[in-house]
């Protein structure tokens, strides 16, 4: 397939005489990293936010020379006002990655991979403007419209065969599980609920630091893996576990009504709310009405879809001594409203190269830091507080950051 194949040729795009004030209302009015600046109908240069913001604020360099103008928020303020002003010649970027139509996918892919941006100008042997291409067109054009889907199988249950293959559970809860209990603990929670609870792994480990947990999915497979390795637990820790599988709504009501947290982990309320929108009410007539506390992990779709062209991450697991392991790859695709598609392929390794073994794709909400927190404020909750962490990483150490954040962590109290 070429660069002709899936490209978009209606390109937002700006002159050399567009101001930088009308160029910032197009890159962070409409989500986008850049856009392609011409002279006439020829491409002359490229506009990142970040060219935009590095304009705006002093460079290191800069405070170091003159720490005290640098500071000087006044002046900053005038700064701002006169980079506003300029024309966009004056700061876009001269040094450009194009392709032509008839450019390889695969070639233009690697280009974005190599030079690290999520989209490229396409241009005709003129230099002229006629379309651009990102990396979430040259995924769905070819991963996800040629690969075979399970389009028989609902996604969890197909996901549910491959999850704990794919994530590093130890890694994992040895950055999440300690940040819970300390919050757990200050917070005095006895009972908890893991909401899309999966293969069991939060939900057992919650239990294993005293918990008593409640562990709800709705695959039935899901739970099945789960439940075979509550068999393996010693009794007094299996008696600390229940898990519930079926609709959450109608599950929910078999739970004692005096549960103290519950937890929503790995995108689950995305991917919840998407099939039972008003979930959030149905879990708070079951929670304790003098303190409760819910936490939610949810993918930063503003790192993964504005800036990494839809890829969300790519996890290799190689086993050197048996020459075996797996991988995948996730991504979102096609969003369209509040809504956006996910994607996950597995490959295994087998003598010595990648081979394919399967894929397949849900649609999910779209869900940015402030479209969660009035989601959640219009659910009765009045204290938010918002942490940002790596795949692996702290739950609660550090600030969200819209740019490096894998995943937006939110504390809600009532």
């Given at each position: 397939?070429?660069?002709?194949?899936?490209?978009?040729?209606?390109?937002?795009?700006?002159t050399?005489?567009?101001?930088?004030?009308?160029?910032?209302?197009?890159?962070?009015?409409?989500?986008?990293?850049?856009?392609?600046?011409?002279?006439?109908?020829?491409?002359?240069?490229?506009?990142?936010?970040?060219?935009?913001?590095?304009?705006?604020?002093?460079?290191?360099?800069?405070?170091?020379?003159?720490?005290?103008?640098?500071?000087?928020?006044?002046?900053?303020?005038?700064k701002?006002?006169?980079?506003?002003?300029?024309?966009?010649?004056?700061?876009?970027?001269?040094?450009?990655?194009?392709?032509?139509?008839?450019?390889?996918?695969?070639?233009?892919?690697?280009?974005?991979?190599?030079?690290?941006?999520?989209?490229?100008?396409?241009?005709?042997?003129?230099?002229?403007?006629?379309?651009?291409?990102?990396?979430?067109?040259?995924?769905?054009a070819?991963?996800?419209?040629?690969l075979?889907?399970?389009?028989?199988?609902?996604?969890?249950?197909?996901?549910?065969?491959?999850?704990?293959?794919?994530?590093?559970?130890?890694?994992?809860?040895?950055?999440?599980?300690?940040?819970?209990?300390?919050?757990?603990?200050?917070?005095?929670?006895?009972?908890?609920?893991?909401?899309?609870?999966?293969?069991?792994?939060?939900?057992?480990?919650?239990?294993?630091?005293?918990?008593?947990?409640?562990?709800?999915?709705?695959?039935?497979?899901?739970?099945d893996?789960?439940?075979?390795?509550?068999?393996?637990?010693?009794?007094?820790?299996?008696?600390?576990?229940?898990?519930?599988?079926?609709?959450?709504?109608?599950?929910?009501?078999?739970?004692?009504?005096?549960?103290?947290?519950?937890?929503?982990?790995?995108?689950?309320?995305?991917?919840?709310?998407?099939?039972?929108?008003?979930?959030?009410?149905?879990?708070?007539?079951?929670?304790?009405?003098?303190?409760?506390?819910?936490?939610f992990?949810?993918?930063?779709?503003?790192?993964?879809?504005?800036?990494?062209?839809?890829?969300?991450?790519?996890?290799?697991?190689?086993?050197p001594?048996?020459?075996e392991?797996?991988?995948?790859?996730?991504?979102?695709?096609?969003?369209?409203?509040?809504?956006?598609?996910?994607?996950?392929?597995?490959?295994?390794?087998?003598?010595?190269?990648?081979?394919?073994?399967?894929?397949?794709?849900?649609?999910?909400?779209?869900?940015?830091?402030?479209?969660?927190?009035?989601?959640?404020?219009?659910?009765?909750?009045?204290?938010?507080?918002?942490?940002?962490?790596?795949?692996?990483?702290?739950?609660?150490?550090?600030?969200?950051?819209?740019?490096?954040?894998?995943?937006?962590?939110?504390?809600?109290?009532?």
């Open positions: 397939m070429k660069v002709s194949d899936v490209m978009n040729r209606e390109v937002d795009y700006v050399v005489n567009t101001a930088i004030k009308d160029v910032a209302r197009i890159i962070f009015g409409r989500g986008i990293n850049g856009v392609p600046v011409v002279d006439g109908l020829k491409l002359v240069g490229f506009i990142t936010e970040r060219d935009i913001i590095a304009q705006l604020f002093p460079s290191v360099s800069e405070f170091i020379e003159d720490p005290v103008h640098a500071s000087d928020f006044e002046s900053m303020e005038k701002t006002a006169d980079v506003l002003s300029l024309p966009a010649e004056k700061i876009m970027s001269k040094n450009l990655q194009t392709v032509t139509e008839d450019t390889p996918l695969l070639k233009a892919q690697s280009l974005m991979f190599v030079h690290k941006i999520g989209r490229l100008p396409v241009v005709d042997s003129q230099d002229k403007l006629i379309g651009i291409v990102s990396k979430g067109d040259i995924f769905e070819v991963i996800q419209k040629r075979p889907l399970h389009e028989e199988e609902g996604f969890y249950d197909w996901l549910a065969r491959y999850y704990d293959l794919v994530i590093d559970w130890k890694k994992r809860l040895a950055g999440e599980i300690p940040d819970l209990l300390t919050l757990f603990r200050r917070e005095k929670v006895v009972k908890v609920i893991d909401i899309a609870s999966s293969t069991g792994e939060h939900t057992i480990a919650l239990a294993q630091k005293g918990f008593e947990v409640f562990g709800l999915e709705v695959s039935g497979i899901m739970t893996f789960a439940e075979k390795k509550k068999e393996k637990l010693p009794k007094h820790l299996q008696e600390k576990i229940t898990f519930l599988r079926g609709p959450y709504k109608k599950i929910v009501n078999l739970i004692p009504s005096d549960i103290d947290a519950v937890i929503f982990m790995g995108n689950a309320l995305p991917h919840v709310s998407f099939t039972e929108k008003n979930i959030l009410s149905g879990i708070k007539n079951v929670m304790n009405q003098k303190r409760s506390l819910f936490i992990q949810i993918a930063n779709f503003h790192r993964f879809y504005n800036e990494q062209g839809g890829m969300r991450d790519f996890i290799q697991r190689y086993n001594s048996k020459k392991g797996n991988l995948s790859i996730s991504f979102y695709s096609n969003k369209r409203g509040k809504m956006i598609t996910y994607t996950r392929m597995i490959f295994d390794y087998n003598k010595g190269k990648w081979i394919f073994r399967t894929a397949n794709s849900l649609p999910t909400l779209h869900m940015d830091k402030d479209q969660v927190s009035s989601v959640l404020r219009k659910a009765g909750f009045r204290h938010l507080e918002f942490y940002g962490s790596e795949m692996y990483g702290q739950l609660f150490t550090y600030p969200f950051n819209e740019s490096k954040s894998y995943w937006l962590n939110i504390v809600g109290k009532r």
